[in-house]
């Protein structure tokens, strides 16, 4: 099987777990059995409206436990059907090794009726030995919403730059992380969000950001400064929601020693681009 083939077909098995994932919602009560699309314990950003509790940042398994619970009052209150899919815009689909980004519109519906719609990231981890869903082996590891919008208000467009502008943050945190400035480190996150982080053939592990910095602290304690040099990014931006694609290399005394890809994700709060969300995979070489 040639490489372009090969890519494709693990496009088409992210976008297939995303697009499960979405029609998953639309299925009878309770959703029990959700943890066949994503990494229960990882983390999901939704921007709430304010009755709703406003920005949201749960993890998956308690994800589905809220709106199963939202959705059996609302069913109680008369509600016959309530629907969920992808809509436009169309997917846009990044795979490299055992990470994946799907970039996607969705819509919502109650009775017939459209409600809300958004467009949201899901970056995905490839899992080793977890063949159900017809073979596919991709796990949604993170997702983040744009604002959600009633359907008489248009989606702005999707924005693919500049670049700079959107990734400025995520290059901050690298270079603290250089640096070891782990005081200078929170200001650039979102609060209460969290990264995904797969090394090698590990398992993915979930840390939320104060877990992540002591990790990262631990790690530059027991080995020489780390560097990731990144290269051949692409950034998406719609409204208050953006993402970086990010490869990088990994270099240490100078010298290249792994790589990986960093999908790293970004909330507009209050004027200022924050770090929603980091999920990332890298191996030695």
Same mark, same amino acid.
């Given at each position: 099987?040639? =490489?372009?083939?090969?890519?494709?077909?693990?496009?088409?098995?992210?976008?297939?777990?995303?697009?499960?994932?979405?029609?998953?919602?639309?299925?009878?009560?309770?959703?029990?059995?959700?943890?066949?699309?994503?990494?229960?314990? %990882?983390?999901?950003?939704?921007?709430?409206?304010?009755?709703?509790?406003?920005?949201?940042?749960?993890?998956?398994? =308690?994800?589905?436990? +809220?709106?199963? #619970?939202?959705?059996?009052?609302?069913?109680?209150?008369?509600?016959?059907?309530?629907?969920?899919?992808?809509?436009?815009?169309?997917?846009?689909?990044?795979?490299?090794?055992?990470?994946?980004?799907?970039?996607?519109?969705?819509?919502?519906?109650?009775?017939? +009726?459209?409600? /809300?719609?958004?467009?949201?990231?899901?970056?995905?981890? +490839?899992?080793?030995?977890?063949?159900?869903?017809?073979?596919?082996?991709?796990?949604?590891?993170?997702?983040? =919403?744009?604002?959600?919008?009633?359907?008489?208000?248009? !989606?702005?467009?999707?924005?693919?730059?500049?670049?700079?502008?959107?990734? %400025?943050?995520?290059?901050?945190?690298?270079?603290?992380?250089?640096?070891?400035?782990?005081?200078?480190?929170?200001?650039? !996150?979102?609060? +209460?969000?969290?990264?995904?982080?797969?090394?090698?053939? #590990?398992?993915?592990?979930?840390?939320?950001?104060?877990?992540?910095?002591?990790? !990262?602290?631990?790690?530059?304690?027991?080995?020489? /400064?780390?560097?990731?040099?990144?290269?051949?990014?692409?950034?998406?931006?719609?409204? =208050?929601?953006?993402? /970086?694609?990010?490869?990088?290399?990994?270099?240490?005394?100078?010298?290249?020693?792994?790589?990986?890809?960093?999908?790293?994700?970004?909330?507009?709060?209050?004027? #200022?681009?924050?770090?929603?969300?980091?999920?990332?995979?890298?191996?030695?070489?």
């Amino acid at each position: 099987m040639s =490489d372009s083939v090969q890519a494709d077909g693990n496009k088409a098995l992210a976008q297939a777990i995303v697009n499960d994932f979405h029609e998953y919602f639309s299925s009878p009560l309770p959703l029990t059995k959700g943890s066949r699309y994503v990494l229960p314990h %990882a983390l999901i950003t939704v921007p709430l409206p304010p009755a709703l509790g406003g920005l949201t940042i749960e993890t998956f398994a =308690d994800m589905y436990e +809220r709106v199963s #619970q939202l959705l059996l009052r609302q069913y109680d209150s008369g509600v016959k059907s309530f629907t969920h899919r992808l809509a436009e815009p169309n997917a846009e689909v990044w795979v490299s090794g055992n990470i994946a980004a799907v970039f996607v519109g969705w819509s919502a519906s109650v009775d017939g +009726r459209d409600i /809300v719609h958004a467009v949201n990231l899901c970056s995905l981890h +490839r899992i080793a030995n977890k063949n159900s869903n017809n073979g596919n082996p991709w796990r949604i590891s993170g997702l983040v =919403d744009m604002m959600h919008l009633s359907p008489e208000i248009p !989606l702005p467009p999707v924005e693919t730059g500049p670049v700079s502008e959107i990734i %400025a943050p995520f290059e901050a945190l690298l270079a603290y992380i250089k640096a070891r400035d782990w005081k200078a480190i929170p200001p650039l !996150l979102l609060p +209460r969000g969290g990264a995904t982080i797969s090394q090698g053939s #590990q398992a993915p592990a979930t840390f939320v950001w104060p877990a992540f910095i002591k990790q !990262l602290q631990l790690e530059a304690e027991s080995g020489p /400064v780390t560097e990731k040099k990144l290269f051949n990014c692409e950034a998406r931006r719609c409204s =208050d929601l953006a993402f /970086v694609w990010a490869p990088f290399m990994l270099i240490a005394d100078g010298r290249e020693y792994g790589q990986g890809v960093s999908v790293c994700s970004f909330r507009l709060e209050e004027g #200022q681009w924050l770090i929603s969300g980091l999920q990332e995979t890298s191996f030695n070489k």
